[in-house]
């Protein structure tokens, strides 16, 4: 072995020249050949039952997923619906981007056959409502004027047959919003749909929905931007601004994705820019040499690199957990150059010359590494043959990390020193005063410390069962985001929530008993498929809209309007609607007695804005609000023409796009199970899903993903960490050759674990599929730590030596800090699941340095190892 490392400072400068070359070589290869998939079905093995269900569902009903959802909110209902309508056709413009742009509910379809979705006592509401406010629609059907308007309300005002408090306040209401529109210039358009649609009806809230297929490219890192531009450019192309009381939201699986991802990448920026100065001090401040620094930091970024084309030849691409690999590498690979740096330092203010000191320094740490190594190695390829297919990546890309960051690290590191002045001599043990004290305390106080130890393991243990694994995936992802706060407010507000499960049916006649045990689920809400679309003809229905369709009339399309309008007349028809309103008696009703009053208000100043207006002016005013008061009325008048003449009889067939939607190509049916509960917590998530799979075990859909998903993880850890443990105490035992040995390095790192999730429960922070990934890094600190310390101890010639006075304890005092400056300040990240990720590695860092530093140096002086020379 010294005649290697000798042979490696000779030719030192080669195997610099070596290294930067591949490095280089494997850095262009990366960048030409290295994908990043974002599809996240791909997490988990694809021959688990629950995957290959949604697979099969997939399969059958592309159109639902790589989706966008646009929720657009505006004033009324035509305005959405308008919005809606504009928007759909400037991204049909783009087949590149879009496979699909589908608008729920719109048609000739659905306005046929509106009104006979509503109940029956719904519907007769509406009819009543209809009737009494026929001969105001019938007048402006005839004449669309300001002039009519006002006169026709003015009369109907006077009559007393009617129901005016239930029938006339929605017009006034309308009437009012126009108005306040009016004398302060802004643009409003009545909404005549309101008033003529059923009260309870979501599209008369003014809110209008589009569901887009995307043609994605999981080969980019944001496969869903160029869909997202192109919305936001047809937004803004139509000027659908909050100005004008339009606001258009995107949310759906791709937005969601998309948005995680980008806030991810925000903390990860954050989080590397502070960690790169922050890392940078600290190796500093602890290593004492610019030179020690940059040669520790040279090795690492050429790990790094010959890493990631590692990865690019054996797997060909990241996903969102193996992406991590390089905050692993950093947090596990930075370690090996600060126990060959410290150790370098020590030796050489021992008065050994600089190529000695880089020879034993690194021959005397080697044997350590290399356990490192293995074990480390170990702890990643345990999860290579689980179901979590994401992290078993992760696993093989970490795990052959640590064999190349081994090799650079004995070959690489020392040719690097060799070329580099020697730093200033440094004497680990010379500790004094205070730092002797404390490196001195753990021996003097073992018996107390290993008692504390003691009673903090007896008290994590009982916390430990409390920890849970949050399987909710929106809890991941920034609540601030648009995708993530309308998700759900969609959730929260809708009658069908977004997040349901599906399962397939091949005969919806034999499959009828088991969706009537499944709509008997206090679980499920509803059951929905196709025929729940098919409009139901009842007699009674068809009856009220026979006579509706009598009394409005075969025709109810407005008259042309002229193109040059008169308002010769205007003036006096808005004073005597005044006047009405003014008079209207107390006794109708308070809400419209004050209703009318307000408006009476509004009319008058509105009439005082006209008459002191120039005529010009005044004629332009009152455009507008013919504008406001009847722009809306033609559309609204087609389709209550259309909803009174309904597809009824055999001949009633759905439109495509809404059937395919829920037939397949191959003649699947597709049945949606609609949750009775909030699933956002796990309790509810577990009973909705375990119900319905209970009935239906092949149905499939996000919250069965979620909640097996999450199983499967949990699952994956628990078996990747027994056989960690099993596997790392027998190398343990065959490398070190010594029982005892290896229970010191197994203790401490199984009471920092316990602390760990103890202090996750008290702090109420669930583990979940974004912090999970940093327990492959604690546990290789923890052993790492471990080895390092027992390994010093028993090289150690006298039993009263003391290894906290070493390099190798200030290393791992090093490590530690270095990697809680790291990582730690992913707390502040945007994105929950970096920033929980941040806070296990701060805390579990800290309970490693703890148990390593203190716990176990307690132990060796407690009951010293045998010792090797």
Known sequence: MENFFSAVQRYAIWILLAALAGAALCLSYTFDNLRINTDTANMIDAEVPFRQNWEKYRHEFPLGIDSLLLVIDAPGPEAAERAARMIA????????????VYRPGAGVFFEHNALLYLELPELEELADRLINVQPLLGRLSQNPSIDMFADTLS?????????????????????????????????????????????????????????????????????????????????????????????????????????????????????????????????FIGLGSVWLVLASLVTLLVGLIATAGFATVAVG??????????????????????HVCLRYRELLGRGQSKAPAIRDAVMSVSGSLLICT??????????????????????????????????????????????????????????????????????????????GALVAAVTAGFLMPQVHFDRNTLNLRDPDSESVATIRELMADSDTSPISIDMLVADMQSGRAQLA???????????????????????QKLLILDELSLTFGADLGLQAAET?????????????????????????????????????????????????????????????????????????????????????????????????????????????????????????????????????????????????????????FQQAFTWALVLITGLLLILLRSLIATLYIITPLVLAAALSLAALVLLDAPLNFANVIALPLLFGIGVDNGIHMVQRARQTHHPEDNPLRTSTARAILLSGITTICGFGNLLISPHPGTASMGLLLTIGTTTTLVATLIVLPALLAKWPPPRHV
């Open 517 to 539: 045990a499944l709509e008997a689920l206090p679980s499920v809400a509803a059951v929905v498929s196709l025929a729940d679309f098919i409009p139901d003809a009842d007699e």
């Open 89 to 100: 056709t400037s991204l049909r413009g783009k087949p590149a981007l879009f496979e699909e």
């Open 374 to 451: 293995l074990t480390t190695a170990t702890a990643f390829y345990v999860f290579l043959p689980t179901a979590f297919a994401g992290v078993a990546e992760l696993g093989l890309i970490s795990g052959t990390g640590m064999f190349i960051n081994l090799a650079l690290n004995l070959i690489l590191l020392p040719a690097l020193l060799a070329l580099l002045p020697p730093p200033r001599p440094w004497d680990s043990t010379a500790l004094r005063g205070q730092g002797a004290g404390l490196a001195d305390f753990p021996r003097r106080h073992s018996a107390l410390i290993i008692g």
């Open 564 to 716: 040059d309008l008169q308002f010769t007349d205007t003036l006096p028809a808005l004073e005597r609607l005044q006047v009405s309103l003014e008079h209207v008696d107390a006794d109708v009703g308070a809400p419209l007695a004050q209703q009318a009053r307000q408006l009476a208000l509004q009319l008058g100043a509105y009439v005082q804005q006209l008459r002191a207006s120039e005529p010009a002016a005044q004629r332009q005013r009152l455009q507008r609000l013919h504008d406001s008061l009847l722009s809306n009325l033609p559309r609204s008048l087609e389709r209550l023409q259309r909803a009174l003449q309904p597809e009824t009889g055999g001949s009633v067939m759905p439109p495509d796009d809404l059937r395919k939607r829920w037939i397949s190509a191959r003649g699947m049916h597709r049945v949606n199970i609609q949750p009775a509960d909030d699933i956002d917590q796990g309790d509810e998530l577990r009973r909705f899903v375990e119900a319905v799979q209970s009935i239906a075990p092949t149905a499939t859909g996000e919250p069965i993903i979620m909640l097996r998903a999450g199983d499967a993880v949990v699952q994956a």
């Open 155 to 283: 009369l109907v005002l006077t009559e007393d047959d009617i129901d005016l408090d239930a029938e006339l306040l929605p017009v006034l209401e309308e009437l009012s919003r126009s108005f306040a529109a009016a004398l302060t210039e802004r643009r409003y358009a009545m909404s005549w749909q309101r008033l003529l649609g059923p009260d309870d009806d979501e599209r008369n809230a003014g809110r209008s929905y589009l569901f887009l297929k995307l043609r994605m490219d999981f080969g980019a890192l944001l496969a869903a931007e160029p869909a997202i531009r192109a919305v936001r450019d047809a937004v803004a192309e139509h000027d659908l601004v909050a100005s004008r009381g339009i606001r258009v939201r995107i949310t759906g699986d791709a937005a969601l994705a998309h948005e995680e991802l980008l806030s991810a990448m925000r903390g990860a920026q954050i989080a590397g820019v502070l960690a790169l100065v922050m890392v940078t001090g600290v190796l």
């Open 317 to 338: 691409h990241l996903n969102l957990i193996s992406i991590a690999f390089a905050v692993l590498y950093i947090g596990l690979g930075v370690d090996y150059a600060i």
